[in-house]
């Protein structure tokens, strides 16, 4: 069982918002399937949540679940004072903002839920887990419990076109950006993703985690087949050796194409082996020896070797995690 609560806030009466929603909207969309359309989060949508006792008893209800993951996102406005770090809602006044990102944690710190992820696209948001009260110090964060921010405690959160610049990362990174080989999307991965992705722009993510287990947001198509992948260990029966090469695995090589063929000419089982060993190729799991192309490997009867990734995915197949 896998829950999410997804929260937008654009209607604060001072100072209002115009993105929040629409990424809220957004992320509740992609979390909710899987990418080949599997049931991925139970969700729970709820836009423009009135006052700070209203969104908190939210928060206290989804991680009051016992379930396999539970999932917090937040778009809005967010602050920090001396004492903290606050997701703020649409009643704040002079000394009370809305929730305290400290309850926020303890809340998620004593969840029964396996897998416990927050993430926030607000202002100030790093400021979840490393309370003013310690100093800035990292609090503790309890086993299962993994936190993504849009920027650090001392930074604002960035809007532009109506959707907040970290989240319109997320979505990319939750459509296949951050995928792994096998089509898994950890928070992890989404953290390097949008890390890298920001480039020049002035606020940093924050990731923070503390977990003993893997942990997947969501799938999309694998770049490769998974039955390809797991042939690693039919070309490659141990991790040093290589696959040789001829002229028979090119499917261009043969007589009826109008150009020069050499013996022996392409035959259909090899030529299959050939486009399976292309693809792994193609995402770094071998390379030929010898020759730069796959094509001139086998024109000239070299071979081609796993990568350090291909071994790191050939132990997986060997080991049946794969």
Same mark, same amino acid.
């Given at each position: 069982?896998?829950?999410?609560?997804?929260?937008?806030?654009?209607?604060?009466?001072?100072?209002?918002?115009?993105?929040?929603?629409?990424?809220?909207?957004?992320?509740?969309?992609?979390?909710?399937?899987?990418?080949?359309?599997?049931?991925?989060?139970?969700?729970?949508?709820?836009?423009?949540?009135?006052?700070?006792?209203?969104?908190?008893?939210?928060?206290?209800?989804?991680?009051?679940?016992?379930?396999?993951?539970?999932?917090?996102?937040?778009?809005?406005?967010?602050?920090?004072?001396?004492?903290?770090?606050?997701?703020?809602?649409?009643?704040?006044?002079?000394?009370?903002?809305?929730?305290?990102?400290?309850?926020?944690?303890?809340?998620?710190?004593?969840?029964?839920?396996?897998?416990?992820?927050?993430?926030?696209?607000?202002?100030?948001?790093?400021?979840?887990?490393?309370?003013?009260?310690?100093?800035?110090?990292?609090?503790?964060?309890?086993?299962?419990?993994?936190?993504?921010?849009?920027?650090?405690?001392?930074?604002?959160?960035?809007?532009?076109?109506?959707? %907040?610049?970290?989240?319109?990362?997320?979505?990319?990174?939750?459509?296949?950006?951050?995928?792994?080989?096998?089509?898994?999307?950890?928070?992890?991965?989404?953290?390097?993703?949008?890390?890298?992705?920001?480039?020049?722009?002035?606020?940093?993510?924050?990731?923070?985690?503390?977990?003993?287990?893997?942990?997947?947001?969501?799938?999309?198509?694998?770049?490769?087949?998974?039955?390809?992948?797991?042939?690693?260990?039919?070309?490659?029966?141990?991790?040093?050796?290589?696959?040789?090469?001829?002229?028979?695995?090119?499917?261009?090589?043969?007589?009826?194409?109008?150009?020069?063929?050499?013996?022996?000419?392409?035959?259909?089982?090899?030529?299959?082996?050939?486009?399976?060993?292309?693809?792994?190729?193609?995402?770094?799991?071998?390379?030929?020896?010898?020759?730069?192309?796959?094509?001139?490997?086998?024109?000239?009867?070299?071979?081609?070797?796993?990568?350090?990734? %291909?071994?790191?995915?050939?132990?997986?197949?060997?080991?049946?995690?794969?």
């Amino acid at each position: 069982m896998r829950k999410a609560l997804i929260v937008g806030i654009n209607d604060y009466p001072s100072s209002p918002l115009y993105g929040c929603i629409n990424d809220a909207s957004a992320f509740s969309s992609i979390i909710e399937n899987n990418g080949d359309g599997s049931p991925n989060f139970d969700v729970r949508l709820v836009n423009d949540v009135p006052t700070k006792s209203d969104l908190k008893e939210l928060i206290v209800e989804l991680f009051q679940v016992d379930s396999d993951t539970t999932l917090f996102y937040f778009s809005g406005h967010g602050y920090i004072d001396e004492i903290g770090g606050y997701i703020v809602t649409p009643d704040y006044k002079p000394h009370d903002f809305g929730v305290s990102m400290d309850e926020i944690l303890t809340i998620a710190n004593s969840s029964k839920s396996k897998n416990k992820i927050i993430i926030l696209d607000c202002c100030h948001s790093g400021a979840l887990g490393s309370p003013k009260q310690h100093g800035g110090q990292t609090s503790n964060i309890a086993e299962g419990v993994s936190i993504l921010t849009a920027s650090r405690d001392y930074e604002p959160s960035i809007e532009v076109n109506g959707q %907040g610049v970290f989240t319109t990362l997320l979505l990319d990174a939750l459509k296949g950006g951050a995928a792994d080989l096998r089509g898994h999307i950890t928070p992890g991965s989404i953290y390097a993703y949008i890390d890298q992705a920001l480039g020049p722009w002035d606020q940093r993510p924050v990731f923070k985690t503390n977990i003993t287990r893997f942990t997947s947001l969501r799938t999309s198509s694998p770049q490769v087949p998974i039955t390809t992948i797991r042939n690693l260990t039919k070309y490659f029966p141990t991790p040093e050796q290589e696959f040789d090469l001829n002229p028979s695995f090119e499917d261009t090589n043969s007589q009826v194409i109008e150009h020069k063929v050499v013996e022996p000419y392409a035959k259909s089982e090899n030529v299959a082996v050939f486009k399976e060993l292309q693809k792994l190729e193609s995402v770094g799991l071998i390379i030929p020896v010898g020759e730069e192309h796959m094509y001139f490997a086998a024109m000239n009867s070299k071979s081609c070797k796993l990568t350090a990734l %291909g071994y790191h995915y050939w132990r997986l197949v060997k080991d049946r995690r794969l």
